[in-house]
């Protein structure tokens, strides 16, 4: 009864420490990203791309296309800004256990299973801009692709460090349909290499 009585405090205490590290990190993510409209933003791309695909009028089409351009803009303007200011965050606030679920201090006993938020944020940063840029002349349809997906795939990272990998894809497949696999494989090629590297 005792042994019993042990695990069961144990694991509240792992359940408190857990919950505790998950809302500091949130709190953490939250102040930086609070300074942006980069949630909003997003919205309106992907929101505009389905509009812009629904267009049987090539030229409606092509004008939906044209205004999400200044839009893009704007969120690789303050993402990058955003990355830049999380770039000064300790390197141990910044760490992110690469294991599928959390547990408290991972990332302090287990260093070598981590990655640093702060560089995933830059990656992420440059394969955004990179996508609206367009240097690979994509067509209008694929270039919104690439984006969406450069963008759920940031979305997947920050929720990654805030509560873990697993959640992080389920998240994804309940909103977007779209597993961490799939994700990876439509961002660009430079992203896809310097994210695999990191994780």
């Given at each position: 009864?005792?042994?019993?009585?042990?695990v069961?405090?144990?694991?509240?205490?792992?359940?408190?420490?857990?919950?505790?590290e998950?809302?500091?990190?949130?709190?953490?993510l939250?102040s930086?990203?609070?300074?942006?409209?980069?949630?909003?933003?997003?919205?309106?791309?992907?929101?505009?791309?389905?509009?812009?695909?629904?267009?049987?009028?090539?030229?409606?089409?092509?004008?939906?296309?044209?205004?999400?351009?200044?839009?893009?803009?704007?969120?690789?303007?303050?993402?990058?800004?955003?990355?830049?200011?999380?770039?000064?965050?300790?390197?141990?606030?910044?760490?992110?256990?690469k294991?599928?679920?959390?547990?408290?201090?991972?990332?302090?006993?287990?260093?070598?299973?981590?990655?640093?938020?702060?560089?995933m944020?830059?990656?992420?940063?440059?394969?955004?801009?990179?996508?609206?840029?367009?240097?690979?002349?994509?067509?209008?349809?694929?270039?919104?692709?690439?984006?969406?997906?450069?963008?759920?795939?940031?979305?997947?990272?920050?929720?990654?460090?805030?509560?873990?990998?697993?959640?992080?894809?389920?998240?994804?497949?309940?909103?977007?349909?779209?597993?961490?696999?799939?994700?990876?494989?439509?961002?660009?090629?430079?992203?896809?290499?310097?994210?695999?590297a990191?994780?």
């Amino acid at each position: 009864m005792e042994f019993f009585t042990l695990v069961a405090c144990v694991a509240i205490a792992v359940y408190i420490l857990k919950l505790s590290e998950e809302r500091r990190r949130i709190t953490l993510l939250g102040s930086h990203l609070g300074q942006y409209q980069i949630e909003k933003l997003m919205e309106t791309l992907t929101d505009g791309y389905l509009r812009a695909l629904g267009e049987k009028e090539p030229e409606r089409r092509e004008q939906v296309w044209n205004q999400l351009a200044g839009s893009e803009l704007k969120l690789c303007e303050q993402f990058t800004l955003f990355a830049a200011g999380f770039s000064k965050v300790d390197e141990v606030e910044a760490r992110t256990s690469k294991l599928p679920i959390t547990f408290p201090f991972a990332t302090r006993l287990l260093p070598g299973l981590s990655f640093d938020m702060r560089k995933m944020l830059a990656v992420h940063a440059q394969g955004i801009l990179r996508a609206a840029e367009n240097s690979a002349r994509r067509t209008p349809k694929d270039k919104a692709f690439t984006m969406s997906a450069e963008l759920f795939l940031m979305q997947h990272s920050c929720h990654w460090f805030c509560k873990s990998k697993a959640v992080a894809s389920a998240r994804m497949l309940v909103r977007h349909k779209t597993s961490h696999e799939q994700l990876v494989a439509s961002v660009s090629p430079e992203t896809r290499e310097a994210y695999l590297a990191l994780v």
